[in-house]
């Protein structure tokens, strides 16, 4: 998204530009946070990639006095005709940091926005973007290089944008992402412990003990009737150890499953959705305690 967007008025049916306006208390909020947590000279450079109708403009104002601001079809003055996408950064070379603020559009399933982020990282120092809700999560974190670390983290207020001059919610969070010379740590793929996952093949009768809602309104539903559950909406898993159980005790274990609250669902723009790596963290913590 970018400050000011294209107009919708349901659900998230966007245009391939994705305008909203983001409201002034919400930019100060945004500009706010920067002041606190990055030290940027009055000789840095600021750029802001998709500045709308200038929402961002005074703001980026009161921290340096070199900035440039950039749309595809500007709505502000001080806005520059230029897909952002396309600049060229040789000219900002004189500048001893570069530092990206705003907005931008999200596209479907955070494409643009992972554009927007790829080709900020060949050449800034910081990014401070509002950025959909599921960048919280690892699987777009990683879209950030390496060298990038997360230094801080808000999430925006309910309806912190305009559509038609009407306040309108999408789940976003402002991150602030600063360039340095080691490495961020990320943390090791897990691997399911005491369980395993099942695919479902055509034609195929499937044993497991358990289907596990990872998409939709229902996310995190565990299930042991697995007969006419989707295997695009669901996954299918099988426990090691359970037959070994009585009925009381099988119906005890699968409870703790089944109890499990699952935030994460919520870090998301469309559908809840949980990653096959958000559920094994969870179910992990009670098979290990399982296997002593």
């Given amino acids: 998204m970018s400050n000011g967007k294209k107009k919708q008025t349901k659900g998230l049916k966007r245009n391939v530009i994705d305008k909203y306006y983001t409201k002034t ?37 009161t921290l340096c006095d070199n900035y440039k601001f950039y749309d595809k079809e500007p709505e ?18 004189k500048y001893e940091k570069k530092h990206i603020i705003g ?10 926005a992972i554009k927007f982020i790829k080709h900020s990282c060949k050449f800034c120092n910081t990014i401070s973007f509002i950025l959909p809700k599921s960048f919280k999560k690892d699987s777009l974190k990683k879209h950030f290089p390496l060298h990038f670390h997360l230094i801080e983290e808000k999430d925006l207020p309910t309806n912190s944008f305009l559509v038609n001059d009407i306040e309108y919610d999408v789940p976003c969070v402002f991150q602030i992402w600063e360039k340095k010379e080691e490495k ?44 006419g559950k989707s295997k695009q909406s669901h996954y299918f ?5 359970i037959d070994d159980f009585d009925t009381n005790q099988k119906e005890e274990f699968i409870k703790k499953f089944k109890n499990i609250k699952f935030s994460s669902s919520e870090n998301t723009v469309g559908p809840k959705s949980i990653s096959k790596q958000e559920l094994i963290r969870e179910f992990n913590k009670i098979t290990s305690q399982n296997n002593h």
Wanted: glycine letters at 6%; hydrophobic letters at 35%; aromatic letters at 8%.
């Fill in 25 to 61: 208390e919400v930019v100060d909020l945004c500009i706010e946070t920067i002041k606190n947590k990055i030290n940027i000279d009055n000789e840095h450079l600021i750029i802001e990639p998709s500045a709308g109708n200038g929402a961002f403009i005074d703001g980026i104002k």
């Fill in 76 to 93: 502000h003055d001080d806005i520059d005709k230029q897909d952002y996408l396309e600049l060229e950064f040789e000219a900002f070379e």
């Fill in 103 to 112: 907005n931008p559009p999200f596209g479907r399933q955070s494409s643009l």
């Fill in 184 to 227: 961020r740590i990320v943390s090791d793929k897990l691997v399911p412990i005491g369980y395993s996952f099942k695919t479902m093949k055509e034609d195929e009768n499937l044993i497991c003990d358990i289907s596990f809602r990872r998409v939709g309104i229902n996310a995190g539903v565990v299930d042991t009737n697995i007969s």
């Fill in 237 to 241: 898993i099988k426990f090691d150890n």
